[in-house]
């Protein structure tokens, strides 16, 4: 499976738009692109998954620029409520026997 | 049932004594992952099954762990001669072959004394 890199932690204020790049060079031509919340005490929470361009859902929007190299996660407008860790994870999408191998994550801080 | 149910919810164990997690997946989920996270930790991957078979065994930390997956469904993850070092949130997640959105349970805190 293809590596991440995402920066440790992030601190925004609300209201303000977040983009969270995650690093991914090795990336192959199957593989797919998730990203994963996880609140406090919980266990992680699929958000978004893209394989080139743009994918944007009720949570969040995902570019991926054409060499996908590279992802962003893009959380507009934060409140306090989407302070979590943020995981990427790249693999292929339709193949049995992978396992979901999760990074260190983003800590996403938002204050008020 | 609706989401991935684990039991128990909370374990107090002595140091030493045998211990199991129970992952009830989302009924048709082939895919089942069992994680451990350590307080203030990122997902550690322990194992990994397609049906009944475990094609990837390699994040067990040590013989001492061991899983199984019976009918496709039920998974039990066994910790003998816990050590305080066990102490974690258990995670467990399941998934469609389809798609590689895994749905998680809210796991089971385990605490060694």
């Known amino acids: 499976l293809a590596k991440t890199t995402q920066p440790i932690s992030m601190d925004s204020y609300e209201g303000q738009e977040v983009n969270i790049t995650c690093s991914h060079n090795?990336?192959?031509?199957?593989?797919?692109i998730t990203w994963y919340q996880q609140f406090p005490s919980q266990g992680p929470r699929f958000i978004i998954q893209?394989?080139?361009t743009k994918v944007t859902n009720e949570v969040a929007s995902l570019f991926i620029p054409a060499d996908r190299k590279s992802s962003t996660l893009s959380l507009p407008r934060v409140s306090l409520s989407d302070t979590a860790v943020y995981y990427c994870?790249?693999?292929?999408?339709?193949?049995?026997?992978?396992?979901?191998?999760f990074g260190k994550g983003t800590t996403l801080s938002v204050s008020s | 049932g609706a989401g991935v149910s684990q039991s128990p919810s909370n374990k107090v164990t002595e140091k030493g004594k045998d211990v199991e997690l129970r992952c009830d997946p989302i009924s048709g989920h082939t895919a089942l992952y069992w994680y451990r996270q350590s307080l203030g930790q990122g997902l550690e991957f322990l194992i990994y099954f397609q049906g009944n078979s475990a094609p990837d065994k390699s994040g067990l930390p040590s013989d001492r762990f061991s899983a199984e997956r019976t009918g496709g469904s039920v998974s039990t993850l066994t910790i003998q001669r816990t050590q305080q070092e066990d102490s974690a949130v258990y995670l467990c997640?399941?998934?469609?072959?389809?798609?590689?959105?895994?749905?998680f349970g809210q796991g089971t805190r385990l605490t060694v004394v």
């Open positions: 090795n990336i192959a031509t199957n593989d797919y």
């Open positions: 997640a399941s998934s469609s072959t389809r798609n590689t959105e895994a749905f």
């Open positions: 994870l790249v693999g292929p999408r339709n193949q049995a026997g992978t396992a979901l191998i």
């Open positions: 893209g394989y080139k």
